[in-house]
Antibody, heavy 119, light 111 residues
């Protein structure tokens, strides 16, 4: 059974960089069949896709966030990471990592981690 | 504003049937597979339906999905109080702003 777990600071100051890591267990990031994803959900609102990374390092980002987002992968640790720069209060959300198949199906999700942007 | 359009809320009595619609365009639903996700209060979304109408292992056949043109529908029969949740449709959008897109979510209330 594949499991994903997000980790990182729950509080980030405005203008700083949000950094989160997703650790994958029960399966290998390097399997090549999946894209590893970040999605966020502001309090009381819907889901917003942030981006994907393939094990090779290829990335696909939400055009509205592309200038501030970097997703990277560490296959040796079976982890992938998210960096979001120049954050504002609008970036306050629960951040989820998830596994995506070739038809964009998100079949396994982490439990999510709340990140609050506040001074 | 979400790329895919869902009704904000639907409701029905226990035991009844409900459908949730998801409307898009040719760049997303019209040419790509649709998934549906259930989000119980305070939890992460869970995959309910993938590739328009397939159920992952463990999802009861009370849940069904269909797609026609640029719209998709989630059906739930034999409603239970435990089905009260937010439901989201999702797919890939192949336009110039390509990426994973979601509907705004539909709150299901089981009266």
């Amino acid at each position: 059974q594949v499991q994903l777990q997000e980790s990182g600071p729950g509080l980030v100051k405005p203008s700083q960089t949000l950094s989160l890591t997703c650790t994958v267990s029960g399966g290998s990031i390097s399997s090549g069949d999946y894209y590893w994803s970040w999605i966020r959900q502001p309090p009381g609102k819907g889901l917003e896709w942030i981006g994907y990374i393939y094990y090779s390092g290829s990335t696909y980002y939400n055009p509205s966030l592309k200038s501030r987002v970097t997703i990277s992968v560490d296959t040796s640790k079976n982890q992938f990471s998210l960096k979001l720069s120049s954050v504002t209060a609008a970036d306050t959300a629960v951040y989820y990592c998830a596994r995506a198949g070739v038809t964009a199906t998100l079949d396994y999700w982490g439990q999510g981690t709340l990140v609050t942007v506040s001074s | 504003q979400s790329v895919l359009t869902q009704p904000p809320s639907v409701s029905a009595a226990p035991g009844q049937k409900v459908t949730i619609s998801c409307s898009g365009s040719s760049s997303n639903i019209g040419n790509n597979y649709v998934s549906w996700y259930q989000q119980l209060p305070g939890t992460a979304p869970k995959l309910l339906i993938y590739d328009n109408n397939k159920r992952p292992s463990g999802i009861p056949d009370r849940f069904s999905g269909s797609k026609s043109g640029t719209s998709a529908t989630l059906g739930i029969t034999g409603l239970q109080t435990g089905d009260e949740a937010d439901y989201y449709c999702g797919t890939w959008d192949s336009s110039l702003s390509a990426g994973q897109v979601f509907g705004g979510g539909t709150k299901l209330t089981v009266l």
